[in-house]
């Protein structure tokens, strides 16, 4: 069967015949005596243009090594020259002195993020009544104590057990309870009875976390997570010691619409309302494009203006599926917000927290 042959390499034949021929060419000027045929002095010719082959793209290497090496070469002369035009830029600031130009900012999503009709603002007088009147009042009116129960799906493997005892070291005054086989609608009765404001469930997929329902008792509401990326204490690189008990501080940012504000507040009630500073612990949930990111530190003041922050674990992300009204109930339950993926993620820089 005959090959095809591509048009890359035919310019690659068409050059180097034409360097053949100019050496050719080269090597006959060089044998002569540089006189006519009358014996006049005859003046040489002018050099040709020298060919070079046509430009290519590292892709096209076929060599799998070879391509890999030459990547890399671009890539570090990409970083060469973005890092000398910084240089130039930040000397030309310095020069310039006060009079130089605002530093532009960069667009990201986030900064070019469409706007949302149910952004809170704190002084309207209607999200001033809700938060007075919902089911987190009380809380925050410091009012009732938080107390939690984590539980799991029907048998637990060993992940998904360490990962709830080192969350109850977390989260004050949680308690760990296996389910043992029992449904939800029978256990939070139970949770009602003994007292307990919140319930945590972990839903664990081939031995791995991949869910979270959080219901706050006794009148709700309940929502529901997707769990990813989570990594117990052991498997974070230069993590600290064990936490204290010490209350933590608690961190909510870039909740900003109705419903991340309902999200924010169901978090915020999950830890006791005055945090005990002496340990130096504090709590992170952190929303960016809809994604929830939990991260839980200890820190410590190096000077006035520095601050050091040490990793404790455990760390996860989190994505709500949906907030159901009231306790949970899979069947009957009234949803306030399911997050449908194909009517609602029309556009990259939506976002619904």
């Given amino acids: 069967m005959r090959r095809a042959r591509c048009p890359a390499e035919g310019r690659g034949r068409e050059w180097a015949e034409a360097q053949r021929g100019m050496a050719g060419g080269g090597a006959g000027m060089g044998s002569g005596s540089g006189s006519g045929p009358a014996g006049q002095d005859v003046e040489p010719a002018a050099p040709e243009r020298v060919l070079f082959p046509p430009t290519f793209s590292v892709s096209e290497i076929k060599n799998k090594q070879r391509r890999h090496f030459m990547f890399l070469r671009w890539k570090q002369q990409q970083r060469k020259e973005k890092l000398a035009l910084k240089k130039k830029r930040r000397k030309e600031r310095e020069a310039l002195g006060d009079k130089a130009p605002p530093k532009a900012i960069p667009k990201t999503i986030e900064n070019q993020r469409i706007y949302d009709e149910t952004t809170v603002d704190l002084n309207d007088e209607e999200v001033a009544f809700d938060i007075a009147t919902d089911e987190f009042a009380p809380y925050f009116n410091r009012q009732t104590v938080p107390k939690i129960l984590i539980t799991t799906s029907d048998r637990p493997r060993g992940r998904t057990v360490r990962f709830c005892e080192q969350l109850s070291t977390v989260i004050p005054n949680s308690h760990v309870y ?13 949770c009602i009875a003994r007292d307990f404001t919140d319930l945590i469930v972990i839903n664990e997929d081939r031995k791995i976390p991949n869910g979270l329902v959080l219901s706050h008792l006794p009148d709700g509401p309940t929502a529901h997570f997707r769990m990813s990326s989570v990594r117990l204490r052991k498997e ?44 130096r612990q504090v709590a992170t949930f952190h929303n ?12 410590i003041f190096k000077s006035e203006k520095k601050v050091g922050i040490q990793e404790l674990g455990p760390r996860f992300t989190l994505k709500l599926r949906s907030l159901q009204k009231g306790t949970f109930d899979s069947k009957f339950g009234e949803y306030e917000w399911i997050h449908k993926r194909r009517e609602m993620d029309t556009s990259r820089r939506k976002f619904h927290l």
């Fill in 178 to 190: 296996y389910r043992r086989g029992l449904a939800l609608k029978r256990i939070i009765p139970q």
């Fill in 288 to 299: 960016q494009r809809d994604y929830i990111f939990f991260r839980f530190h200890r820190y």
């Fill in 236 to 279: 974070i690189k230069r993590k600290g010691k064990q936490p204290t008990e010490h209350v933590p501080e608690v961190i909510l940012n870039n909740f900003t619409t109705r419903l991340g504000h309902s999200i924010g507040r169901m978090f915020a009630s999950l830890f006791p309302h005055d945090p005990q500073f002496i340990g």
